[in-house]
């Protein structure tokens, strides 16, 4: 034993010991992995204790799709412990979706041990080049005592905004080194950052002289605890809401006459809905910019941009901001709607009647939307709307909706309406196979809570042993499989292009067909109850069985298969 600073006795233990005392102290309940030899000296301490939980997933990529789940759903970071570089290499998909979406994770990988690295035995390789550009910080652990502090940061840094992953090396001989070691305080910096009033007052005064404002809600919105505030200010000064393209979080509600939809990752799409509007205010927004470069620019020329956000980088960083202002989005926007009142309470009646025009024109556009959902054979595949529409009707009316339905999205995310914060999850940046697995992460901190999982095939496959863990773990989620066997997305790019994959109807590589997947075998196989919807009819009684369920269950919904132009 030895004193620190303070005087008082250090306890002797080993640098696994440490790391999982200070995970205790922190009030971790689970770690999501999939272990392997360098991970022992941490498994065995699982087995000592049953103060924090191992959730074992097969696949590293779907251990942390599930962490990021339970991280979204709780607010709080989740710990991840991952088996060396290949481990991590294995989980850089969903590791990537993490980044851009700002999810706080604590990801960890066992390292080979530090007196063999100049060997360069089976699975070392310098992890930290590969982490770096996924995560806010990483790094590597030296010896035992550095354990503490480390994690210490890394908490600090994964949850102070804007939130994010980062990421630490841990060779096996520093997690089995004793010394003794102290257990640091975490630093935890107020995310109440208020901006400087003097660009409030000149974006107040920009969206006071707007003829045709819109608001753009991002994820910022939703992680800054801000709907209730933002509902206020769209309705202070009449405007009309959209979310950002491929929004992680419910960041607005969707039953709301003022949310116009989710704006799209298609410059030509977005531009439209956008045309008319002189004055956009983008708060916590960080993706305005098209999947495919066409030159086609996503905001109209001439209007005026004023952004809010919690990192600097993200101002000005696609479009010029006439108005930047640094800060916590629900600070700035209860700023915002202390200045404005004086204008609105003079203006009172003219923005009333903007209030109505612009609902009236939302609602119009809701229901030519949903034409499609009245649509169905008796005898044959269904519409993604008329699946999104019975699964609205069938479901709870508070349930939490996981979403990576690609090509059927659009229709989900506008028929399938939601209300509550933290009742939506989706995967930002576009690397398949997040949506399965973070359901099961949401079920998990949300027991009390119906969860719905909609997948297309194509991205159910990327990290399908999911189903397993929610199994093992008797976690209800109903799984419910949008299946059109191909890469639609994929097809619905070459029609756009016009080239000879259009002229020809042949679509190489993206037919998963010959033989088709059985989902509901695969399902079984893992400890699933499912069943197979071919017709309309029968639809609503397998949802309704589904949602009855005490366990996990899955759908596979057989959709239309007409591909669309789409991407450009």
């Not at 404005?340 to 030519?368: D, V």
């Not at 939506?424 to 576009?430: L, N």
């Amino acid at each position: 034993m030895i004193c620190d600073h303070g005087g008082n006795t250090m306890p002797e233990m080993t640098g696994a010991e440490a790391m999982f005392e200070f995970m205790v102290r922190e009030g971790v309940q689970y770690v999501f992995g999939n272990p392997g030899t360098t991970e022992l000296p941490l498994m065995d301490l699982f087995a000592a204790s049953d103060e924090i939980k191992y959730i074992l997933a097969l696949h590293e990529d779907s251990a942390l799709g599930i962490a990021a789940g339970y991280a979204e759903a709780t607010g709080k970071p989740a710990v991840v412990n991952l088996h060396t570089n290949p481990g991590l290499a294995h989980a850089l998909g969903n590791l990537y979706n993490a980044y851009r979406a700002g999810t706080p994770l604590i990801v960890t990988a066992g390292q080979q041990d530090t007196r063999s690295m100049i060997d360069e035995p089976l699975l070392y390789a310098d992890m930290l080049q590969l982490a770096r550009q996924h995560t806010k910080w990483c790094w590597e652990v030296h010896h035992a005592a550095e354990i503490p502090p480390a994690m210490a940061r890394a908490f600090k840094i994964a949850q102070t905004p804007p939130t994010g992953p980062v990421f630490l090396s841990l060779p096996v001989n520093v997690m089995e080194e004793r010394a003794e070691i102290e257990l640091p305080p975490v630093t935890r910096i107020g995310p109440r950052v208020r901006g400087d009033i003097s660009k409030i007052k000149e974006a107040a005064a920009a969206l006071a002289s707007a003829r045709n404002p819109a608001i753009i809600a991002g994820d910022g919105c939703a992680r800054s605890g801000a709907l209730a505030e933002l509902v206020r200010l769209a309705e202070t000064i009449a405007a009309r809401v959209h979310a950002e393209p491929l929004n992680s979080l419910l960041v607005f509600p969707t039953g709301h006459s003022l949310y116009a939809g989710p704006l799209f990752p298609n410059a030509k799409q977005t531009r439209a809905l956008l045309e008319g509007i002189d004055v956009i205010l983008a708060i916590g927004v960080n993706n305005l910019a098209p999947l495919v470069y066409t030159g086609t620019r996503m905001i109209p020329d001439g209007v005026r941009l004023i952004q809010i956000d919690a990192g600097d980088h993200e101002l000005g960083k696609t479009y010029p901001a006439e108005v930047a202002i640094l800060a916590d989005p629900r600070s700035a926007i209860e700023e915002l709607i202390q200045e404005l009142t004086p204008f609105t309470s003079a203006a009172s009646e003219s923005l009333a009647k903007r209030r109505a025009l612009i609902a009236t024109h939302i609602a119009e556009a809701r229901a030519k939307f949903t034409e499609h959902a009245m649509t169905a054979s008796a005898d044959g595949p269904m519409s993604p709307a008329f699946v999104a529409r019975e699964m609205r009707q069938a479901a709870a009316q508070n349930a939490v909706l996981v979403d990576e339905s690609v090509t059927s999205t659009a229709f989900v995310r506008t028929i399938f309406e939601l209300n509550e914060p933290n009742s939506f999850f989706y995967a930002k940046g576009g690397s398949l196979g997040l949506a399965l697995p973070e359901a099961v992460g949401v079920k998990l901190a949300m027991p009390d809570r119906q969860v719905l999982c909609t997948v297309g095939d194509g991205t159910a496959l990327y990290t399908i042993q999911g189903l397993w863990t929610a199994a093992r773990y008797g976690l209800a989620v109903t799984f419910i499989v949008f299946n059109n066997a191909s890469y639609m997305i994929l097809k619905g790019g070459l029609l756009a292009m016009k080239g000879e994959s259009a002229e020809r109807g042949l679509f190489v590589g993206m037919d998963i067909t010959e033989p088709e997947i059985d989902f509901v075998k695969l399902a079984e196989s893992m400890g699933l109850l499912a069943r197979r919807v071919l017709k309309a009819a029968e639809l609503r009684p397998a949802l309704d069985w589904a949602f009855s369920e005490k366990g996990p269950t899955l759908l596979d919904v057989a959709i239309l298969r007409e591909g669309r132009s789409v991407l450009r």
